[in-house]
């Protein structure tokens, strides 16, 4: 078998998604996700320039040869742009062979170890009581356990929460305008308020809810160990992104101080970036998604590598990994034996238009179907009515008007 074609298909149904379709000689095709939210049009350029050429006469069965060959041929190793575009590859060539194959792509990797995902979903508000409803909400979805993020006393607008502002889009974290959008941060105030967030839910809502919080990199060693600390009374599921993720050593401090779970890894695209966190054993879950870390390949060997060290897996899943990506994680989630947790936003309708899924939430546990494949279809006519629309993620500033950690 050979790859006779490989395009790259970019739609904006309510945000951007990149998509690769690979097609072989026998008219199988597979699917990849390539978004990278604010950034989708270089790892474009980087597939239709670089890779796409590539591949056309490969054996699409040589999934691991292939990632080695873009991997290590490249040279210029790594890197959120190349790891997209990797990945994208990957996931097409697994959906290829597991279609092939006649077999949904879960079955390829050893085959179910549950029934099914137990899911987090997002519960935001401005304050508590806004909070609590929205708590409420993802519960009455079905969801088992709520990650919880609320606005920040004295500050006007806070990444995940909305400022009760207009806004242009479904997206409230997102500006479509030349640039991006502006949050302001204030660290004293964060560390102040978050316990007194945890404790008002617990006292709504008892002490066996599974509940996760989301520091999106914002804070100092230091500090982070301070928050770690200040939370162990509410008995977190995890606690994620407590510091910038780039300074693996940084979370030393924060495991001496705290018994807190710690969760890490969104923005992370190699194994090597968590070799320290996992040889110390510095976190608790792996929160790479398979969109941004090269694929399904590398995504199996973090897992492992993970387990041999007791820790347990929690694949990013917000709404910017397309439905493609989110499939794929979902297959490696239900044969992983250290699954830990999904992350579950869900997609629009216009996006589930566009992007057909196998994939189910159904009684607070996800599935990824039994299509052969990874069960998902693109419908292009339905994606051509949605051009790209430049986007991007919002830029964070202290009072002072410094820039801050985002
Ligand atoms: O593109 C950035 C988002 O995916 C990210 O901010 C969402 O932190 C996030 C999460 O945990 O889902
Ligand atoms: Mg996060």
């Known amino acids: 078998m050979k790859i006779v074609d490989a395009r790259v298909i970019v739609t904006c149904p309510g945000r951007n998604f990149v ?5 072989t000689d026998e008219g199988v095709t597979g699917l990849g996700d ?23 006469g490969l054996d699409p069965h040589r999934i691991e040869d292939t990632w080695q060959y873009l991997y290590r041929g490249a040279y210029w190793r790594r890197g959120p742009v190349t790891m997209a575009a990797i990945a994208a590859v990957d996931v097409a060539l697994w959906d290829v062979k597991a279609k092939v194959a006649g077999l949904p792509l879960y079955q390829l990797l050893g085959g179910a170890s549950r029934e099914g995902l137990r899911t987090y979903g997002h519960a935001n508000g401005r304050d508590i009581p806004e909070l609590l409803d929205s708590v409420r909400a993802r519960l009455a979805e079905g969801h088992t356990s709520v990650r919880v993020q609320t606005g920040v006393p004295g500050l006007r607008r806070v990444y995940g929460v909305h400022s009760g502002d207009p806004v242009p889009s479904g997206d409230r ?17 964060y560390l102040r308020h978050v316990p007194t967030v945890l404790e008002a839910v ?11 919080h989301d ?11 301070r928050l770690a600390k200040s939370v162990e009374p509410y008995d977190l599921f995890w606690l994620e992104d407590c510091t910038p ?23 992370f695209n190699t194994i090597h970036d968590y070799k320290t966190l996992l040889d110390e054993q510095l976190v608790d879950f792996v929160r790479s998604a398979v969109t941004h870390f090269g694929g399904i390949t590398p995504m199996r060997k973090l897992f492992d590598y993970a387990a041999v060290n007791q820790v347990r897996t929690g694949i990013h899943g917000p709404e910017d990994i397309s439905p493609v990506g989110m499939a794929a994680g979902l297959h490696l989630d239900l044969a992983a034996h250290n699954f830990g947790i999904q992350e579950y936003s869900g997609h629009t309708d216009a996006t589930n238009a566009v992007f057909r899924h196998a994939y189910t939430f159904e009684g607070g546990y996800l599935h990824p179907g039994e299509a052969p494949g990874i069960g998902v279809e693109l419908d292009e006519e339905a994606a051509a009515a949605f051009p790209y629309r430049p986007g991007y993620l919002p830029v964070n500033r202290l009072v002072d008007g410094t820039v801050h950690d985002w």
């Open 245 to 267: 993720a780039e300074n693996q050593a940084a979370l030393r401090l924060v495991r001496q101080h705290s018994t807190t779970p710690l969760a890490i890894g969104e923005v």
């Open 19 to 23: 998509t690769l379709k690979i097609t």
């Open 215 to 225: 520091v999106h990199h914002r804070l100092s060693p230091q500090q982070a160990a």
């Open 34 to 56: 390539a978004t990278l939210n604010g950034r989708e049009q270089a790892v474009v350029a980087y597939l239709r320039e670089h890779v796409v050429p590539l591949l056309i």
């Open 173 to 189: 974290s997102r500006s479509e305008d030349a640039r991006p959008l502006v949050e302001d941060w204030d660290t004293a105030a």
């Open 202 to 212: 617990r006292a709504e809502f008892g002490p066996e809810l599974p509940l996760l």
